[in-house]
Structures are given as structure tokens and as C-alpha cells.
């Protein structure tokens, strides 16, 4: 069974209070944005969501550091005060007291240095999906010295089947190395089921997940991946971290992230990784870059030593590794 530990009890209802507040959000229809620099998308629910995980944090585990992903400079600006308002009010249906001062100082907490021991946040992972009513997730990770220990992900649209779910039941997933991985009901966490990857030996069988955004990945790359792998299948395109939940509850075999050609020099941003690659090593499955290698996340707030990155059921990742390199899907200058 699952130890409920300190950390695990914090992670899983922190976790809990900001997915099902972020899905009160999208009900709500609050569909305000702003642009980032990078031109992802923010909306309020990524704000409220890292300010009441954020207040969990300060509250339950003062002594601990954060990395996340959204910054307070935007929020404070003129332009943004609509959406600063409307953040707080949201916030305050879990923190009473909250005003905007205290929500910036929550979203400024998750500027920590990315070392040593370090809780890691994606508000809203998929906030693009988020705002087609598709999938996405809230995920917190704890790291220790480049290891992730401890990861959660809440996905208000996947049922504890790890299964899309029109009526938006929710599911709670938790890891915690060498403990498993499992599953719970997002509303009534109380029974806990262990999951497990896939035992797919069938490469024509495989199911791969891969991005919904075609700018976030390389279609042209993941087309001749499943050609070489002779994969009947078609890839199953998902939003979020919500695609680690269904490998690691035997929904899928392979998940792919490829570099768009149009963002060359892109590393990905450890909050996107570290809880669900958890969940799949736990489960039994296999997480590495491209290149075969662990993902490492001691290299501050990216995963600068790795190119791309690669899940499988373990049982399949040597031949889609080879699969990989035969496309050429490393550039020669990260070979």
C-alpha cells in the first residue's frame, strides 16, 4: 500500500484543492489571457493554482524550496489588473484570507533556485488544452539532488481508469520512488489502485501518445517513427502530463516528445517531466532521452542534458530507441 507520508499527504491535497479549483475555473468559463514572452498562453487558472499550492507549501512545509512555472512581473503589471482581481477572488474559495499582495508573494515563492532538495510546479500543464476543454494537468514533483522522489499529477478529465471522461470525475495519480505508482478518485480520494505499464510485446499493437500541438512537436519525425516501428496504430494525441498517466496505467507503450523544427534549441522545462516520468518508472515502465539517457534534472530549471525525451513500457524502449536514431531523429550536433 501507498505510505501516506508528510510529503505525500501535502503533494496529494495540495495537488487535489488546485486541480479541482482550476476545473471550477473552466466551468466558470473564465477564459481571460494574457500573452507570456514565450506566447503560451496564461490564463487565471495557472496564477490560482500555483498561489494555492504555493500557500500549501509555505504553510505545511515552510523550510521547503519551489521551482514553478509562472512569475509574478505580468501579473503586477497595469494591463493585467483584471486578471489579478479575478485570480484572488478564485483563490480565496480555498485561501479566505487571500488578497493580491499575498497572491503575488505565493507566485513569487516558486522563483527557488532548481538544486539541492526542491518542490517542482506546473499550475496548469497543458493550458492549451485547457482552454479547447481537452486535457490537462496540475503536477508537482519534490526533487532531491537531481532525483525526483515524489510526484502527483491531478487530471480533472481522466477518470481513476486513467480514461478520458466526459463526465469530468477526475483522477489523482501519486509516485513515490521505490513505493509504486497509483491511482485515486480526483472528488473522494480514499481507495487507492497500483498501476502498471503495458506488457505490449506487439510493435504493430503500440499505442503512441504524443502532443495535440503539432508546433510542439516534429510530426514529420513521429510519422516515419511509427513507419520504421511498423505500428498499426494511430498515435493518440493528448495535451499535458495526462499522457504519462494513461502509459503508466497500461493505456499506451510509447510516449514521444520530439523538438519542433521550429524551435531548435528548445530543452524542456523540468516541471513538464518530473511527476509523470515518476509515475511510469514506478509503474514499471522506462524514461530517457532520446539518446538513452536518464533524464536529469540537477541542471537547474531544464533538462539541458537531454535531447527529447522517450517513455515506454520498458519491454519496447531498446527497439524505439534504434527506431529513433535510424530517422534521424537527433540532429548530428547533439549526437
Request: aromatic share 6%.
Amino acid at each position: 500500500m501507498l505510505a501516506l507520508t508528510r510529503e505525500v499527504r501535502f503533494a496529494l491535497e495540495a495537488v487535489r484543492q488546485a486541480a479541482l479549483l482550476v476545473a471550477q475555473i473552466e466551468k466558470e468559463l473564465v477564459s481571460t489571457t494574457l500573452t507570456k514572452e514565450d506566447r503560451s498562453p496564461v490564463t487565471v487558472a495557472d496564477y490560482a493554482s500555483q498561489a494555492v499550492i504555493t500557500a500549501a507549501l509555505q504553510r505545511t512545509l515552510p523550510e521547503e524550496r519551489l521551482v514553478a512555472e509562472e512569475e509574478s512581473g505580468l501579473l503586477r503589471a497595469p494591463q493585467s489588473r483584471e486578471l489579478l482581481q479575478l485570480a484572488t477572488q478564485y483563490v480565496c474559495r480555498i485561501e479566505p484570507d487571500a488578497d493580491e499582495n499575498s497572491l503575488c508573494r505565493w507566485i513569487e515563492r516558486g522563483n527557488a533556485a532548481a538544486e539541492g532538495r526542491f518542490w517542482t510546479l506546473d499550475p496548469l500543464d497543458g493550458t492549451k488544452g485547457f482552454l479547447r476543454g481537452d486535457q490537462y494537468a496540475v503536477a508537482l514533483a519534490l526533487v532531491e539532488d537531481g532525483v525526483v522522489q515524489l510526484g502527483v499529477l491531478g487530471c480533472p478529465k481522466l477518470t481513476p481508469g486513467a480514461q478520458p471522461d466526459a463526465k469530468e470525475q477526475g483522477a489523482l495519480f501519486v509516485a513515490r520512488r521505490g513505493h509504486g505508482a497509483w491511482v485515486t478518485s480526483l472528488e473522494r480520494p480514499e481507495l487507492f489502485r497500483r498501476l502498471r505499464v503495458s506488457q505490449q510485446t506487439d510493435l504493430r499493437q503500440a499505442r503512441l501518445l504524443r502532443s495535440f500541438e503539432s508546433e510542439h512537436t516534429d510530426v514529420e519525425r513521429i510519422e516515419a517513427f511509427v513507419v520504421s516501428l511498423g505500428i498499426e496504430v494511430p498515435p493518440q494525441r493528448m495535451d499535458s502530463q495526462a499522457k504519462y498517466a494513461l502509459l503508466a496505467d497500461g493505456q499506451g507503450e510509447f510516449l514521444l516528445r520530439l523538438r519542433s523544427p521550429s524551435q531548435p534549441h528548445y530543452c524542456e522545462k523540468i516541471w513538464d517531466q518530473a511527476a509523470g516520468s515518476l509515475l511510469v518508472e514506478e509503474a514499471g515502465g522506462k524514461v530517457t532521452d532520446l539518446h538513452g539517457k536518464e533524464l536529469d534534472f540537477s541542471q537547474g530549471r531544464t533538462l539541458s542534458r537531454n535531447y527529447g525525451v522517450l517513455a515506454s513500457n520498458g519491454i519496447l524502449h531498446a527497439q524505439a530507441l534504434a527506431a529513433l536514431k535510424a530517422i534521424g531523429a537527433i540532429p548530428e550536433n547533439e549526437a
